[in-house]
């Protein structure tokens, strides 16, 4: 039933981001557009009429649909055509934005509140202690999340966390569906893993150096395995002389190549040159993109279980579910698949199977697609 009212409803974007790449929210809305706009000719600047950058004295009700990607938008967003929003991470419910107690080493479960979060910042270490910022944090975060109490439209959550956060705030359940991510088939032929390749004995990690991202966690592992076991680091950030210096206490410097960031061929030739993804973070992620960019090129990923992690990784089949700072576990995750080749190769098949079912770009699409065209269904009926 719905499937004919999307077909030639052009959905337009609702971000500040910029879509010339970057990764994240910027990627991801990039796809979109690319993929609406498959059938014409695709240059940077066709991509960027489908994009609204503000939603201030704007007539909304020339459009078709409005795709809000920023929490901060939603104030201006007047009810004047159908409307969805994606919850992308923990901004419209967590001032800090990262539900993590850095200071305890553990996952906030307080709901949002003036006091424990003031709390949070000042003592539990999860935001800036500056009193301007802690101030302003806040509102970022209770702003947009009294207007989306407000809002009558449906919420996207990449997991099924990030949706039972929001609803613990205040929000329906009704209004709130789960889409997990999809990400794009590489461009470049993937293989399995090889026994060439699992010789070289190089883990890959992928992803901001900063604290609750576990690079220090992940060290301290490395130094517990087999000398013969290489970790790359695409990626960087503030904490990486920290680390740095870290790995030289360890005796571990020798032992990792730091890439920085890395993109297109580069990143994906150290996907392939890896025997699989490590994937250590100490927050709680709302979702995985990492985990599905590994299974894409044939590779398993060892995880943290955290957050969202874990509802995209099959324990013992497409990858190894860790717990949190235990470093010895860690490690021996790190030793099974560098020393069990056959295991490795076949976790990383099971992890492309998954991954061609699940989550691919194409059928991420399809899926938002069918939430579009009840969203504008439901809107016109109750417009009649």
């Known amino acids: ?73 939603l104030v201006d967003l007047r009810s004047q ?48 202690r500056r009193l301007k910022n802690v101030w302003q944090n806040w509102w970022n975060a209770a702003d947009p999340l009294a207007t989306l109490r407000k809002l009558n439209i449906p919420i996207i959550a990449n997991s ?4 039972q956060q929001i609803i613990n705030h205040g929000i329906l359940p009704q209004r709130v569906v789960t889409l997990h991510c999809g990400v794009q088939e590489p461009k470049e032929p993937v293989t399995p893993l090889t026994q060439t390749i699992h010789g070289l004995q190089r883990i890959l990690f992928v992803g901001r150096i900063v604290p609750y991202k576990g690079i220090a966690w992940l060290l301290q592992a490395l130094a517990k395995t087999d000398r ?14 920290e680390m740095e210096n870290l790995a030289a206490r360890l005796g571990v410097s020798d032992r990792i190549t730091w890439h920085g960031w890395c993109q297109g061929t580069q990143l994906a030739a150290l996907y392939q040159q890896c025997l699989a993804v490590i994937f250590p973070s100490l927050w709680p992620e709302p979702a995985g993109l990492v985990t599905l960019e590994a299974y894409a090129h044939y590779r398993p990923v060892i995880a943290s279980a955290s957050g969202g992690i874990p509802e995209y990784v099959q324990d013992g089949k497409t990858g190894i579910l860790v717990e949190p700072h235990n470093v010895s576990q860690l490690a021996i995750a790190m030793t099974e698949l560098s020393t069990n080749y056959l295991k490795s190769r076949l976790m990383g098949e099971l992890a492309q199977a998954w991954f061609q079912e699940e989550f691919t770009l194409d059928l991420h699409i399809q899926r938002l697609k069918n939430i579009y065209a009840k969203t504008i269904a439901e809107f016109n009926v109750a417009h009649s």
């Not at 099924?160 to 949706?163: A, F, G, L, S, V």
Request: one cysteine or more; charged letters at 15%.
């Open 81 to 128: 055509c159908p409307a969805v929003f994606t919850l992308h991470n923990h901004s419209s419910y967590c001032p800090s934005g990262t539900k993590y107690l850095a200071a305890r080493q553990r996952h906030c479960d307080r709901t949002m509140h003036p006091l424990g979060c003031a709390w949070g910042h000042m003592v539990d270490g999860c935001g800036s």
């Open 1 to 73: 039933m719905y499937h004919s009212v999307i077909a030639e409803t052009k959905t337009y974007h609702c971000s500040s981001a910029s879509i010339q790449g970057g990764g994240g929210i910027e990627t991801y809305i990039a796809s979109l557009l690319r993929h609406q706009m498959s059938e014409r000719r695709i240059s940077q600047q066709s991509l960027e009429t489908y994009r609204i950058a503000s939603l201030q004295n704007l007539d909304q009700s020339q459009f078709p649909l409005l795709h809000v990607h920023d929490p901060d938008m």
């Open 228 to 241: 013969q076991i290489h970790l790359d680091i695409a990626g960087d950030g503030w904490s990486r002389p």
């Open 160 to 163: 099924e966390y990030t949706r």
